[in-house]
Structures are given as structure tokens and as C-alpha cells.
């Protein structure tokens, strides 16, 4: 993985933690809605996995948004 890629999954895992704390969501709380465990959040939000889509997409909706990819 390259330093972009390193940088992404940062970036990446601080914008879920910025969402889940604007819903006003713990992790295990998150957890609960996504069917994602706790730990596996955690490693996320600081960086240290790559989710899948399909994680991802749990997400997206436990957080009540969606992945339409419709221009804006």
C-alpha cells in the first residue's frame, strides 16, 4: 500500500468518526446498527483497515445516508 493509499484510510476513518459523533453515536452504538464490530470501527476510524464496499455501505446506512452516486 502507498503512502496515498496510508493517507486515504486516515482521511477516511476521520470523516466516519466525524459523522458518528455529529449522530451523536458512540462506537458501540454504531456497532449495534451497522452489525459491524466495535474493534473493527475503532481500527476504521484511526486508520489501520481498508473496509470493503459492503462495510462501507453498512455505514452509510446505519448513519441514515446513502451511496446514490448521483451527479450533483
Do not use: C, T, W
Not at 502507498?2 to 451523536?24: A, C, Q
Not at 451497522?34 to 474493534?39: A, D, F, K, L, Q
Amino acid at each position: 500500500m502507498g503512502k496515498n493509499d496510508e493517507n486515504f484510510l486516515i482521511e477516511f476513518g476521520h470523516k466516519l468518526r466525524l459523522l458518528r459523533v455529529d449522530k451523536r453515536l458512540s462506537q458501540d452504538k454504531l456497532s449495534d446498527l451497522s452489525g459491524i464490530e466495535r474493534s473493527y470501527i475503532s481500527n476504521i476510524e484511526n486508520g489501520k483497515q481498508n473496509p470493503s464496499i459492503v462495510v462501507i455501505n453498512q455505514f452509510v446506512n446505519a448513519l441514515g445516508y446513502n451511496l446514490d452516486f448521483k451527479k450533483k
